[in-house]
């Protein structure tokens, strides 16, 4: 038979074993996931808790997701519908009561605005290859059929049309994309433009000259570096002759006439 003193002690340890199982437990959301997202990333998460390893599991979030397969199960895959900051709540619970919770916060972020452009939108599959421009941001990648870098090649395109991809990814990894077709001209004859534009002095200093462009060509020239990054762009109809600011090296040159005709050449700048 216990004694008195037995006894007290007795009931205080199942009080005090009632008391830590009451919200005693600890509960972690696992990912092997950044805080920050980007937009239109699925979020995986992992519930646990401890130290009794209850697996009864709620969560509960600061605005309306998509929660997949149940906002009840142990693992889940969260799409958030928008950009923005989002709190995530997971409780445990012993049967009936809650006997832990957490919560962790996550920042979505936008994709980049990103367009293509491209300065031309047929050109024959004889012609020489281009450097593409007309890409925002600049800094991206550059992709599709006869596509090497930012360099395309007709000749390996896909007759009738092509499309030319762009891809660009900010800081933080967001990225988006865009894309614009060519249309690819078969054995067309474009020896009348290309062959009788060219470019002195070359090397240059500075000053560069256009030949070869008629008044009423209405030729469109863009001037980019080795890159594919553009550097000037203006139309012949108000100038033939360019001044390059820009650093020493190799420049490359696209001539666009109204027909569609384009010529590409280098110039080479020494200061």
Known sequence: MLSKKSF???IAFVLLSKFTLAGGSVVSIGTSQND????????????SSAPYGYNDFK???????SCYPSDQSIDIEVAFPAPGQYQIWCLVYDGAMSDGYTTK??????LPTV????????????????????ESPIGGIYSGAGIIGNIFDPSFATYYSSYVYYEYADAFGCSSSDSAIVYIIKDCDTTQTINTIGV???????????????????????????TGKEKMHF????????FLDFSSGAYIYSVKDKNGGITTGKIMLTK
């Open 200 to 226: 002195y002095p070359n090397p240059t200093n500075r000053e560069v000259n256009f030949t070869g462009i008629s008044d009423d060509s209405n030729s469109e020239v863009w001037i980019s570096d080795i």
């Open 59 to 65: 969560w509960s979030f600061s605005s309306t997701v």
């Open 115 to 134: 367009s293509l452009t491209t300065p031309f939108d047929s050109i024959c599959n004889t012609s020489d290859a281009i450097i593409l421009s007309g």
């Open 105 to 110: 916060t996550f920042t979505v972020l936008p």
């Open 8 to 10: 007290i002690i007795a």
């Open 235 to 242: 139309n012949s109809s108000n100038q033939k002759s360019a």
């Open 36 to 47: 920050t997202i980007c937009y239109g990333t699925t979020l995986f998460l992992h519930a």
